[in-house]
């Protein structure tokens, strides 16, 4: 059953032109490097609104490679993983913010943005292990419900801490914290690119979408490096031993709780950095943002675009990303100018119960992103770019089961 | 954290004790329906081990189907009356539980079955996606706001002492929830179709060599789980008076948090739990505040599971 486990470890992407996965990580590269200029050159030099919604994207992939952690090397299920993903934004909002002011602390706290991209972290990972320690010890889908819980709690609990809860307030309650400071450089270089002289300027604030998106870009950059070498690592493939077969990995020597408990926490920090950047540059943390939806989100684009795979993961978080907020927020104006070139405008009109093809689609949206999981899923269970070792397992039937079946733990 | 809730509420119950009367009697009444669609989640998560998260919405969809068949037998609120609403009432209960069930196995068949050996999460998605289409459907027929659910159920209520009363509305609730947990039970420990699904359950491998049919039992225990949501759907909007195409979310997270704090695949456990969550939350939004409900919730599920890792009547299973 486990017998690709040997192999495994020899068939990571090796850093060859040859290999699939490489390939793709350093298309994707050159895709982020040269995606700012051709975003301006599409819309004539005002791409300001793409490359700022290619940073809110960003978010996102940084999310699926750290869920990928705990889902897809571990084999752990978690459904809340967007509660670290509050925790991180909020604790950047609260020590970078005036909301502290309010509370009965009475005072503002102005951390910079770099020291608290850590303090985010390790908070993140703090709380992954506290709700990690005692429930690892539950099996499959019991952690699945816990996690589930823990992501149902932690907004709750930032939405009740506002104005009139028993301890003060806090967090801002149901408005959240808003004016939350931009990160900002010690020094920063003018030129010809912003209008200006080139010179040396004294401080940098982050304002411009094209900054975010450059931090994004470096941030997602050092999360892939960490996650393909925590892949590759001794503590990588004691995950995938541990997902394989607990059992027989603990009778190998494998000190499971600790290795569970590592891969919670890890895959929590990288939801707490993407919290900091989030909170950061959108200016304002609310829970609505951080609902169990999120959490589903992020492992449909760990599902969808091939679990445990680093390429797939990230090409699965911009598929989705793309469909969630662009397409389908999109789809209504676009069938309503289709119809109305192709001579069918009458649609377009609303009377009685139609209501007009625009609004008919825009009601549409909920069903067409269910039909679009459903197919996915159907045509390709194993994801868009499954691991490669899978992908010959299912090939081959080296395995009868398939290697990330969960149900191994049950 | 249970005993804290405790400590936290002897005061006040005592202090107005039929206002605590009161709220076990809306605490009942939930929990039933809770307990309702947390059979379903647990039948189904028993015998192939996907949390179906469409669960909730075959749930809300038990009310909507209920309105157009109240409307079309012309029973309408405040007009019909006498001892024929209940019979009309039963009937349309009866059809929309075939409605629900039968939407169930065609979703079992479409969306679940082809992914039976595929890679675990896979179904998880495709469920996730079912739930999505079933919520999009709803919101396309009636809209996204609140749609009225005509009142007709009597409304007359029995005194239990002090300001405390209890509704007939709620005692048909709690009724009809018990019955059916009732025959189900019966049904499963007793039937050919129950042992089956038990076989299932346990080894679909070694049940598939005793003959069983595994197809059909899958199928079996699909429509059974849908046939509780519907009815449950219906007495949700009946009880409550208005139903919403995304009620079946909130109420999907608290059933199938019941079905695991009951032992997930225990029939009785998933009733328990129910009732447990129904409590809880009543108690919750009345004597503390309706926003840290969930809260509770869920912090009281996770403690349980801690110390039984295996839900409150759940067994310990070997290791497959």
Known sequence: ?410 | MLLVLVVLLAPRAAADPSFFTQIVVYGLANGAIYALIALGYTMVYGIVELINFAHGDVFTLGGFFALPLIAAFGLREDVSSGPGVYVILLVVALLVMLLTGTLNVVIERVAYRPLRNAPRLAPLITAVGMSFILEGLMYMWQGANNVHFPDLLPSNRIPLGGSASIGAKDLIVIALAVVLVMVLTTFVNNSKLGKAMRATAQDRDAAQLMGVNINRTIAATFFIGAVLAGAGGMIFGLYFNTVRFDLGFQSGLFAFTAAVFGGIGNIQGAALGGLFIGMVKAFSDAYFTSQLTDVWIFSILILVLVFRPTGLLGMRVPEK
């Open chain 1, 1 to 410: 059953m486990s017998r690709a486990k040997a192999p495994a470890a020899n068939r990571l992407p090796s850093g060859r032109w040859s290999d699939r996965d490489t390939v793709i990580l350093r298309l994707l590269l050159l895709g982020a490097i040269l995606f700012p200029v051709f975003a301006t050159l599409v819309t004539g030099g005002s791409g300001g609104a793409l490359i700022n919604t290619a940073a809110d994207a960003g978010v996102y992939v940084l999310l699926a490679i750290g869920l990928n952690v705990v889902v897809g090397f571990a084999g752990l299920l978690d459904l809340g993983y967007a509660a670290f993903f509050a925790i991180g934004a909020y604790t950047y909002g609260m020590l970078a913010s005036s909301q502290l002011f309010g509370s009965p602390l009475h005072h503002e706290i102005h951390l910079p943005f770099w020291l608290l991209l850590f303090v985010g972290m390790f908070v993140a990972a703090g709380f992954g292990a506290i709700l990690g320690a005692p429930t690892l010890r539950l099996r499959g889908d019991y952690l699945a419900i816990v996690t589930l819980g823990f992501g149902e709690i932690v907004p709750s609990i930032f939405r009740y801490l506002g104005q009139g809860s028993v301890l003060g307030n806090w967090t801002g309650g149901v408005n959240g914290i808003a004016g939350i400071d931009p990160p900002s450089l010690p020094f920063g270089i003018s030129g010809p690119w912003s209008g200006e002289a080139l010179r040396i300027l004294p401080r940098f604030d982050f304002v411009d979408p094209i900054a975010y998106y450059v931090l994004m870009v470096i941030l997602v950059i050092v999360g892939v490096v960490a996650a393909t070498n925590l892949h590759r690592s001794r503590l990588g493939r004691a995950w995938m031993a541990v997902r394989e077969d607990e059992v027989a990995a603990a009778a190998t020597g494998v000190n499971t709780v600790a290795i569970k408990l590592l891969a919670f926490s890890i895959g929590a920090s990288f939801s707490g950095l993407a919290g900091t950047f989030y909170g950061a540059k959108l200016s304002l943390v609310s829970s609505e943002n951080f609902a169990f939806v999120v959490s589903v989100t992020i492992l449909i684009m760990v599902v969808l675009g091939g679990m445990g795979n680093i390429p797939g993961v990230i090409l699965g978080a911009l598929m989705i990303y793309y469909v969630l907020f662009n397409l389908l927020t999109n789809l209504p104006d676009l069938t309503a100018n289709a119809a109305s070139t192709i001579g069918l405008g009458f649609l377009n009109a609303s009377h009685g119960d139609w209501p007009g093809l625009h609004d008919e689609v825009q009601r549409m949206n909920f069903l067409i992103f269910g039909l679009i999981l459903v197919l996915v899923m159907l045509f390709r269970p194993q994801g868009l770019l499954p691991s490669r070792v899978r992908e010959q397992e299912l090939a081959k039937g080296v395995s009868e089961q398939a290697v990330f079946d969960l149900r191994e733990e049950s």
